[in-house]
């Protein structure tokens, strides 16, 4: 059981491109495969897990690893998806100090960095879609903008701590929906 | 690779590297994308390890290769300051509080889930957090979208995600591409004209 749990999750974390939520569906097939959850379970999980600070996957893993056996398999887990990143990262770098100041990398690079640019753009419009900041004129979706919008400008105009960011938007969380 | 910081020798730069990284790892709500201003102001601003041009480097191979984008740069962040052990130091600070977090709320999922306070605090912090993913990007621009061709590759790999359903990292694989063809003519020009100057 436990080795199951580090192996799943060790597989899930070389295949995880993009990282986040993109890797949700990919867990819980193998979640529901070998029975470690009901799909309900599973979507509670997942809630909590995008609640909680730390990357969706990971969270999800320790949870995961937490229900099908205690706190051993929630560090099995959790390793398990960590150590493909610690891998792949090693290697990565180890090549891309080495080519550093070749020039073709840094082409290659000019090029990506707009690209992981439009990703991050692509990310934040596409997680206020999904949390349904753009559906309909709820008091939720009036609220929303105004947090977002103070918090961006407080973080380009006065760079505001991110930490400051969250706390902040939380209490005004409780003082607008309690 | 251990050239920035000759004041510390590498086991003192792996604690200090563990040291941001722990105190990091549990801000970073959101995941991915929405620990880059955190990561951008205590390693570029305050400690001044990486400049922000490589910090943007960082992030693009941290997004163009598999796991999660926060623990690949703290990978990426560590390696670059104190090799195959800051590497290590910087990953187990940035996942070890977020596990004992997501372990203690697990075993208090029950209780957690329902607290009133707590749902409104969430449904404040999500746009909080679409504001610091949204920040991110714009951090980026100043240094990134230099020139014409920057803006080309920005604008087609935002037409790419939102019209078609093609995935992240062949889009990262595109820009990839252009980059490169892009070099290849600049360079290709710069040889034309050297021989037409030569040939008069």
Wanted: charged share 10%; hydrophobic share 55%.
């Amino acid at each position: 059981m436990i080795w199951d749990l580090f192996w799943t999750f060790f597989k899930l974390g070389f295949v995880s491109f993009g990282g986040g939520y993109a890797m949700i569906p990919l867990i819980e097939h193998e979640v529901l495969q070998h029975n470690w959850m009901t799909a309900t379970e599973f979507t509670d999980a997942v809630t909590l897990a995008g609640m909680a600070p730390g990357s969706v996957a990971m969270n999800s893993a320790v949870y995961v690893g937490y229900a099908a056996s205690g706190w051993i398999g929630s560090t099995a887990a959790s390793i398990g998806i960590v150590l493909p990143s610690i891998i792949l990262m090693f290697l990565v770098a180890t090549l891309f100090y080495r080519m550093y100041h070749n020039h073709w990398v840094q082409a290659a690079l000019d090029g990506m960095k707009p690209a992981v640019m439009a990703l991050i753009a692509y990310a934040a419009f596409n997680m206020a879609v999904h949390s349904g900041l753009l559906n309909g004129y709820a008091r939720y979706t009036w609220f929303s903008i105004v947090i977002f919008a103070v918090m961006l400008f407080a973080l380009i105009r006065w760079k505001l701590h991110p930490i400051a960011v969250i706390l902040i938007s939380g209490i005004a969380g409780i003082i607008l929906y309690v | 690779m251990q050239s920035s910081s000759s004041l510390f020798t590498t086991s003192q730069l792996c604690f200090q590297l563990f040291l941001s990284f722990i105190k990091i790892s549990p801000t970073t709500f959101g995941g991915g994308y929405a620990i880059l201003p955190v990561i951008h102001r205590e390693i570029t601003d305050r400690r001044g390890w990486i400049t922000p041009n490589e910090m943007h480097e960082i992030t693009a191979i941290a997004g163009a290769t598999p796991g999660g984008v926060a623990i690949n740069i703290a990978a990426l962040v560590g390696y670059r300051m104190a090799g195959i052990r800051g590497l290590l130091a910087s990953v187990t600070a940035i996942s070890l509080p977020t596990v004992m977090i997501m372990l203690v709320l697990s075993i208090l999922a029950a209780i957690y889930q329902h607290s009133p306070f707590l749902e409104a605090a969430m449904l404040g912090i999500q746009p909080a957090i679409i504001a610091l993913i949204a920040y991110a990007a714009i951090r980026m621009h100043k240094d990134v979208l230099r020139s014409r061709a920057a803006w080309i590759t920005f604008g087609g790999s935002c037409i790419l995600l939102l019209w078609t359903a093609l995935n992240p990292v062949i889009v990262i694989a595109c820009g990839m591409v252009a980059g490169c063809l892009v070099h290849y003519f600049q360079w290709k020009h710069a040889v034309n004209r050297t021989v037409r100057k030569n040939g008069k």
